[in-house]
């Protein structure tokens, strides 16, 4: 196979980018813009050893899941990458990446998975789920303001004020801030020379409170006619607080280190079950709080929480799975490697009124096994919820060697999930529960709990 090939292939997968693989002559072909079940024609645009990239040319025979999508810049934009897909498919495909690499990488077997694995917890309205969204700001070719998301794998700004993932209110604040600048001659910052003033709009909302909080990102310390926007801002349904954040570096990051409150409060509050949360424009926060509730549901029941035992939260964040615990167990010590999301975590426990709660700053492998050898500590459970690389090995040795009843692993990534639940099988623990959770439908992650229990010496 070799570059300009045309080929004709069937879709039968989707890459973690979000591209359809098909396979020609012995080799995997990926391609963008397609649907799994599609029948295509493509051209073949790269080669590597065993597999290519192609650029779709036809579709011969659409998929039966083919949907129109709703976003009328579904194709070009990279935030999503199945609004071509009915959502029941996309369910279907979560759920049946969640079992194929527990089978290929865990080694679980099929037999075991169908007793054990329930189905995946999908949305009822898969749209308008994002209780945040960071507009890049920007200018086109003919030097107007734009602002929208990236383009897949770019840097270049597809314009768009109304994502369907975001909440309705987007739309009008960031129409407001735009017609501000034009209005005021305010530059959108260009990052090819690092000049210009205005990078990002971040907008963040409490889905049960209402709060909408807005941050304007600046190349600068201050925007001209400040006041004027921050009266119009504050005069909107729902906003409690605007707030600058100040990043003059010439880098991709999105938000610098000084944020400044321009009117009303720092955070926005919102609740998951019955635990409140203060968050501030920093803080790292589950986008999709719907599925938050569900998803930190099942790792509660699976926890089977009688009361008194000595819970570990690993990679606890601000303290959102570990305050969901706390309200059921005796003691709940959650550790994290970001200094800024631990203070988060003691003030949201004592927002709660929790005093059964601890929290260390410091990373899971280090802080685990440091406290288990020199401290003794003990835990009848351990909730981990480690980034998308899963976790090292000092962290699965210590939880051995600590011998908690249950072990509950919450994963954003179920291939590294599958590696280490067969370690963990490997020594001595027992896969009991599996069930995966759509945290963000239209793309291709998805977010799965497993129970561990410790097999009967
Ligand atoms: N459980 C939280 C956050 C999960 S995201 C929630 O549901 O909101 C994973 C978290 O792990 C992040 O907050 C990240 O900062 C943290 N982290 C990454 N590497 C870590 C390490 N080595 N040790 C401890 N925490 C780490």
């Not at 997968?13 to 079940?37: N, P, Q, R």
């Not at 295509?40 to 050893?49: D, E, L, M, N, V």
């Not at 029941?301 to 959102?320: K, M, R």
Request: charge should be neutral.
């Amino acid at each position: 196979m070799k570059k300009d090939d045309i080929i004709q292939m069937k879709i039968e997968d989707f890459s973690t980018e979000g591209l359809g693989i098909g396979h020609a002559e012995g080799m995997a072909v990926f391609v963008k813009d397609t649907v799994i079940g599609d029948e295509i024609r493509a051209k073949i645009i790269k080669t590597k050893k065993t597999y290519a990239y192609g650029r779709l040319m036809e579709v011969l025979q659409a998929s039966p899941d083919r949907v129109e999508p709703v976003c009328p810049v579904a194709r070009q934009c990279g935030g999503c990458q199945l609004q071509a897909m009915d959502y029941q498919a996309q369910l279907r495909f979560k759920q049946n990446k969640v079992r194929s690499n527990l089978m290929r990488i865990g080694g679980f077997g099929e037999e075991l998975l169908d007793r054990i694995m329930g189905p995946v917890i999908g949305m009822e309205e898969p749209f308008h789920y994002r209780n945040k969204a960071q507009f890049p700001i920007g200018t086109d070719r003919e030097g107007r303001l734009v602002a929208g998301f990236y383009a897949g794998r770019t840097h270049s700004i597809i314009d768009n004020h109304d994502c369907a993932l975001g909440i309705k209110e987007n739309r009008q604040i960031l129409e407001m801030i735009l017609e501000h600048m034009r209005s005021h001659g305010i530059s959108a910052y260009d990052e090819a020379s690092g000049k210009g003033l205005v990078r990002h709009v971040m907008i963040r909302s409490g889905f049960r409170t209402g709060q909408i909080m807005v941050c304007l990102i600046l190349n600068g310390r201050k925007l001209p006619a400040q006041e004027e926007l921050v009266r119009k801002l504050s005069g909107l349904p729902g906003v409690v607080g605007i707030t600058l954040n100040i990043n003059q570096d010439k880098t991709n990051v999105i938000l610098g280190r000084e944020t400044r409150l321009l009117w009303g409060q720092e955070y926005i509050e919102d609740y998951i079950g019955d635990v409140k949360y203060q968050i501030s424009p920093l803080s790292f926060y589950q986008v999709n709080p719907v599925q938050t509730e569900k998803l930190y549901g099942t790792a509660l029941e699976y926890a089977a929480l009688q009361g008194n035992e000595t819970v570990w939260d690993l990679y606890c964040g601000i303290g959102t799975i570990s305050l969901f615990l706390a309200q059921k167990a005796g003691k709940v010590y959650g550790v994290e490697i970001v200094p800024e999301a631990i203070d988060d975590a003691r003030r949201n426990a004592s927002l709660n009124h929790f005093e059964n709660t601890e929290f260390y700053v410091g990373k899971a492998e280090e802080v685990l096994p440091e406290k288990y050898e020199k401290e003794g500590i003990t835990a009848d459970v351990i909730v981990i919820d480690p980034p998308r690389k899963g976790c090292e090995e000092a962290v699965l040795d210590t939880m051995v060697r600590m011998a908690p009843d249950r072990i509950v692993y919450v994963s954003c990534d179920s291939a590294t999930l599958a590696r280490d639940l067969k370690y963990l099988c490997g020594h001595g623990y027992e896969l009991k529960r599996v069930r995966a959770t759509d945290m963000f439908p239209m793309s291709v992650h998805v977010e799965t709990v497993a129970l561990l229990t410790r097999k009967s010496q």
